[in-house]
C-alpha cells in the first residue's frame, strides 16, 4: 500500500485486518488528508484532520501500552503487539471456604484479568479509531478528489456524509463538511478562516458523540467488573466456588476496589491524554497556551460565522486565556467538547501540528505493510 488522500486508499486502510497496522495507517493516512485539505481550504489554518493525525496516534500508543511501566506492558503485551489475554491454563485446588479461597488467590488471577480489561480497552480503542476515520475520511477523501468547480462535487462531499448517527437531530458530518464546502468559495479570509474552524467544531461533536457509548462503556468497567471477572477465574479453578455467592463477592471485594482503582487511573492514561509535536497533555488540565500568539487568533475573536458564535456559546467554558477548558470528568461529552473547542480555537494557525506523525523508517515500513519498529 502506498501513501494517498483517495476514497479508494480510505478503503483499503478501513479493510486492514491488523489492528496495529491499520492504526499506523489510520495515522498517517489523516495526516496526509491534514495537509491536503490545509492547502485547498486555507493554507495558514488547521483542520479536523490535523487534530485526527495526533488523536490516533494517541490511540496507538495507548492500544500498544506505550506509557505503562516496561514491567507491566511486557506481561500484558501480545506477539502481534496489542495488550491483551494469552489462553489461560486450568489449575485444580482443595478450597475449604470462602476465606481460604481468597486467600488462596494467586497473582496471576488478577493478572489474568488486568489483561482481559486491558485487552478490552485496546479493542475498544481499535474500534472507535477505525469507525471514526470510516465516517470523517472519505468525505474528506472525496473533497480532494473533486473539482470544486464541479456542479457535482458538494453532492459527492455531502452524499459521503449520510447514514452516520445524527447529534441533536442533525447530521453533523455534513453540516461540518458544509461549512468547509462554502469555505472554498469564500473570497473574505476571516470568514474563510472561521468557516474552517466552524466545520472542524462540528466534526469533532460528531466524533465525539459517536464515540460516548465506547468511553462511557471503558471508564465504567470499574469495581464490578472486576469482581465478575474474579469470580469466573476462581470458578474456573474450582467449579464449587459458584456456590459461595455473596460471601465470595464480599470476600473479593478488597482486590476488585483496587483493581478498579487501578483501571481509573489506565483509563485517564488512556482516554485522557493528548500527544502532538507540543508533548503530552492531559486533557483534565487547562489547555496550554500556544508557543507563539494569543489563545484565540484575531481572526476568530469575533465570530462573524452564525454556527461558530453558537458552538463556541455551547461548548466554550473558558476564559481569554483558556482557563477552564479542562475536562474534569471525560466521560462528560460537554466536558470533552469544552476541551476540544478551546484547543481547536488555541491551534487554529499552529501549522506545526501538519508535520509527519511518523519518521522515515516508519514511514518505510507502512509501505512496505509491516508494522513499523517500536522507538527506541
Do not use: K
Not at 489483561?115 to 472519505?138: C, D, H, K
Not at 460528531?206 to 467488573?225: F, K, S, T, Y
Not at 470533552?336 to 523508517?361: G, K, Q, W
Request: hydrophobic share 45%; aromatic share 6%; glycine share 8%.
Amino acid at each position: 500500500m502506498r501513501r494517498a488522500t483517495t476514497p479508494q486508499h480510505v478503503t483499503d486502510v478501513t479493510a486492514i485486518p491488523d489492528r496495529v497496522l491499520r492504526n499506523y495507517w489510520v495515522t498517517q493516512t489523516y495526516a496526509d488528508l491534514s495537509r491536503a485539505l490545509a492547502e485547498r481550504l486555507a493554507p495558514d489554518t488547521v483542520n479536523w484532520c490535523t487534530f485526527g493525525c495526533w488523536a490516533s496516534a494517541t490511540v496507538g500508543a495507548s492500544m500498544r501500552g506505550e506509557a505503562m511501566p516496561a514491567w507491566l506492558r511486557g506481561r500484558v503485551r501480545l506477539p502481534d503487539g496489542l495488550m491483551g489475554a494469552v489462553a489461560a491454563t486450568t489449575r485444580h485446588h482443595e478450597w475449604s471456604g470462602v476465606a481460604r479461597l481468597v486467600g488462596d488467590l494467586r497473582p496471576d488471577h488478577v493478572l489474568d484479568v488486568v489483561r482481559e480489561l486491558l485487552g478490552e480497552m485496546a479493542i475498544n480503542l481499535s474500534n472507535g479509531n477505525t469507525e471514526v476515520f470510516a465516517e470523517i475520511a472519505p468525505p474528506a477523501a472525496t473533497l480532494l478528489a473533486g473539482n470544486p468547480a464541479s456542479p457535482g462535487a458538494r453532492a459527492a462531499v455531502l452524499a459521503a456524509c449520510e447514514g452516520v448517527p445524527e447529534l441533536d437531530g442533525e447530521n453533523w458530518l455534513a453540516v461540518g463538511y458544509g461549512h468547509w464546502l462554502d469555505a472554498l468559495d469564500e473570497p473574505d479570509p476571516t470568514r474563510r478562516s472561521q468557516l474552517v474552524l466552524a466545520g472542524s467544531l462540528r466534526l469533532g461533536g460528531h466524533e465525539q458523540n459517536h464515540l460516548q457509548p465506547a468511553i462511557a462503556g471503558a471508564m465504567d468497567m470499574g469495581v464490578d467488573e472486576a469482581t465478575a471477572r474474579l469470580r469466573a477465574r476462581l470458578g474456573r479453578d474450582d467449579p464449587a466456588v459458584a456456590g459461595a455467592g455473596a460471601d465470595l463477592d464480599r470476600a473479593l471485594e478488597p482486590v476488585a476496589r483496587a483493581l478498579g482503582d487501578a483501571w481509573g487511573t489506565i483509563m485517564t492514561d488512556a482516554y485522557g491524554v493528548w500527544q502532538s509535536p507540543e508533548g503530552t497533555w492531559r486533557l483534565d488540565a487547562d489547555v496550554p497556551a500556544p508557543p507563539a500568539g494569543p489563545f484565540v487568533p484575531l481572526d476568530v475573536a469575533d465570530p462573524v460565522v452564525e454556527d461558530l458564535a453558537a458552538l463556541r456559546a455551547r461548548f466554550d467554558r473558558a476564559d481569554a486565556l483558556g482557563r477552564g477548558s479542562a475536562a474534569r470528568d471525560w466521560e462528560s461529552f460537554d466536558e470533552r467538547m469544552n476541551f476540544i473547542t478551546n484547543l481547536f480555537v488555541s491551534r487554529h494557525h499552529s501549522l506545526d501540528l501538519l508535520a509527519e506523525p511518523f519518521d522515515e523508517a516508519a514511514r518505510a515500513a507502512l509501505e512496505a505493510d509491516t508494522v513499523p519498529p517500536e522507538p527506541a
